[in-house]
């Protein structure tokens, strides 16, 4: 069984900055692209950033020039820095990974974690 477990979210200033770390467990013989995603109150759950198995990126408009999104495969775990957070970036946050095991391949979810931007 894959798990991707979340860790990082808080609360934290406008201005400020948090860094999100997922972690994937289990039996895994390949992790292809990797994200994050996030979903605030009354809206729909929309991509934050994506990272391929080499390395390349894509970020959504509301996070380009503030968000940075990071993989380490030997630890199979993947990064979201985020700097300059907006009240706007508050939402719950959750990682997602195609992953291939012994059965194939398919996406999963991570529980998510609460990001909250508040004075």
């Known amino acids: 069984q894959v798990q991707l477990v979340e860790s990082g979210g808080g609360l934290v200033q406008p201005g400020g900055s948090l860094r999100l770390s997922c972690a994937v467990s289990?039996?895994?013989?390949?992790?292809?692209?990797m994200g994050w995603y996030r979903q605030a109150p009354g809206k729909q759950r929309e991509l934050v950033a994506n990272?391929?198995?080499?390395?390349?990126?894509t970020y959504a408009d509301s996070g380009k020039g503030r968000f940075t999104i990071s993989r380490d495969n030997a630890k199979n775990t993947v990064y979201l820095q985020m700097n300059s957070l907006k009240p706007e970036d508050t939402a719950v946050y959750y990682c997602?990974?195609?992953?291939?095991?012994?059965?194939?391949?398919?996406?999963?979810w991570g529980q998510g974690t609460q990001i909250t931007v508040a004075s």
């Open positions: 997602y990974g195609n992953v291939r095991t012994a059965v194939g391949i398919r996406g999963y």
């Open positions: 289990g039996r895994i013989f390949l992790i292809y692209n």
């Open positions: 990272i391929d198995s080499k390395g390349s990126t």
